[in-house]
């Protein structure tokens, strides 16, 4: 509250005794507000250059103390406040800050504590991890489409989430698919960002032939002739209003 009533620039100079706190408070105590008092820090300063590395260091603190008590399903389901407010700080950070964390190994440890976030049964839980999954894959969409300046950083970057996206994507879409046939919660099939047709769909404009083979893995088990109908939408190059209807009807 202090640091978005006096603004980003009168608080700049109190910056690193609050990110100091930050970690070492939810160090001590995991609680999930000193998450989202990250996520502030983030929103506010993320978009000056200046702050990144700074930021940077901030959430990958941050991140070791959850993956310090974060193991398993049975990890995650006993915080659910902490897998909400830990990936929207994530999300946040590629969208106002991306450059540092989408070269950096976090961020396939990240899709790996996400391919078990999916499987939690509670909403804004599980709201917070897809939301986090297409922040970062829409990431990936706006490079590909960039025409910025720094060439080589922009390869760089697409070259590591290329790498993250085939080495972790699999486990994230067999999730995806299980919700949509019910053995997983499914709280947001279409609506927002942070959908599992979202994901999908970016997925699909990204790497459509890696999609098209997890996708018919995931699909193995699904009844006909959902299955071939949802294949084929894969692979008609559909709009993303059609693309949601194909997985409604799904």
Partial sequence: HALRTCGPVAYAPLLDALIEQLVRSYDITRLSPFLY????????????????????????????????????????????????????????????CPGPLVTSPLLGSLFQ???????????????????????TISYGLSLRESNGTDYQQEQQQQQALHHVLSTEGQGI???????????????????????????LWKLNTISPGMLSQWMT??????????????????????????FNMAIRAF
């Fill in 37 to 96: 008092a990250a996520s502030i820090c983030v929103t506010e300063y993320g978009r000056e250059p200046q702050f990144a590395p700074k930021l940077f260091e901030m959430i990958k603190a941050l991140a070791t103390t959850s993956f310090s008590f974060l193991r398993s399903l049975e990890d995650l389901t006993r915080y659910p406040d902490v897998v909400e407010e830990f990936f929207y700080l994530m999300g946040r950070m590629i969208s106002h």
């Fill in 217 to 242: 893995l995931a699909l193995a088990a699904a009844p006909e002739p959902s299955r071939s109908d949802l294949l084929s939408a894969l692979g008609s190059n559909l709009g993303r209003e059609d």
């Fill in 173 to 199: 879409v067999q999730n995806l698919v299980r919700a949509l046939m019910g053995d997983l919660p499914a709280y947001n099939v279409d609506v927002g960002n942070g959908s599992i047709a979202g994901i």
């Fill in 113 to 135: 504590c996400a391919a078990v976030g999916i499987q939690l049964e509670h909403r804004d839980a599980n709201k917070g991890t897809l939301y986090f999954l297409e922040s």
